[in-house]
């Protein structure tokens, strides 16, 4: 009885770490494209810095305008990665956006302001509208193509 | 000796709800989540109310539809950032509403933006029965 027991808790407990309800056993890349990815790119981490990903994650509920709060494990998680994986020794970006760095703005100096504003692309933020493999981090120039 | 065994058992019990608790429904369906809405509302769903609750602002910029889409059984986009949204009804998209956790989540975030407040049990219900009706 007790055996059977324990057996039955710990395949619970283990087909637990599978799920975002115990983060600590996640890949956190699938969990950050599963919970960040769903509104926007899923932006790969080395475009902020970490003081930037650290003051983002800190205020999920009023993020940019919207409310993107996520259950405190899977915030602490994903906040303790992405301040890892973040691009060290950048400088801060205005208001922690990606497209306000210095870098994004020298990259897509040469696009007409009307562009970012084309229903099929809409916001600087919607990287994957040109950048097909934005998705996977991906930005090299040759993979881009712009929609009219 | 019962003493602890009763003791042993309640705590076992214990353990295995609150290990139901925390796991996710995925194994619910549609109709589990709005029955549960429903029970919760203690009135009856309102299709009808529902796709007027979805489909109006509520004195805020953004409705549900305003990213879903005013018949979400096509890919909708974020309004903010563009970003597809694949179909919210059940019937055009079946792995939608079959998670209790993640349509909590859901809720939570997106009925502060719409609404500014969290969505009632009865809220709920009425969306819910309006996109079970909808087939592609």
């Given amino acids: 009885m007790t055996l059977t027991v324990a057996a039955c808790l710990f395949a619970a407990a283990s087909a637990r770490a599978v799920t975002t309800q115990d983060p600590a056993g996640a890949d956190p890349t699938a969990l950050y494209r599963q919970e960040c990815g769903a509104c926007h790119a899923a932006f790969a981490p080395r475009l902020l810095p970490p003081a930037s990903w650290e003051a983002l994650m800190a205020n999920l509920p009023r993020h940019f305008g919207t409310d993107a709060s996520l259950d405190p494990p899977v915030q602490k998680r994903l906040a303790a990665w992405l301040a890892n994986q973040g691009a060290a020794g950048r400088a801060r970006p205005e208001g922690d956006r990606i497209t306000q760095s210095a870098w994004f703005r020298h990259e897509h100096s040469e696009l007409a302001a009307g562009i970012w504003s084309r229903p099929s692309i809409k916001s600087p933020s919607n990287c994957a509208a040109c950048h097909r493999g934005a998705d996977s981090g991906v930005f090299d120039e040759h993979d881009v193509r712009i929609p009219r | ?136």
Avoid at chain 2, 40 to 47: I, T, Y
Wanted: glycine fraction near 6%; charged fraction near 20%; include cysteine.
């Fill in chain 2, 1 to 136: 000796m019962i003493k602890s065994y009763l003791a042993f058992t309640t705590a076992v019990s214990m353990a295995l709800a609150l290990v139901a608790a925390a796991s996710p429904a995925q194994s619910a369906t549609p109709s589990d989540l709005l029955a549960g809405y429903a029970a919760h509302a203690a009135r009856a769903p309102d299709a009808h109310q529902g796709k007027s609750f979805f489909t109006t602002p509520h004195g805020r910029e953004w409705a549900c539809a305003s990213c879903h889409g005013p018949r979400p059984v096509i890919e909708g986009r974020h309004a903010a950032t563009g970003k597809p949204i694949q179909p919210l009804a059940p019937g055009a998209n079946p792995v939608r509403f079959t998670d209790a956790d993640k349509v909590e989540k859901w809720f939570r975030r997106n009925c502060g933006d719409v609404v500014g407040r969290a969505c009632t049990a009865a809220e709920k219900a009425d969306v819910l029965a309006w996109l079970i009706t909808l087939k592609p």
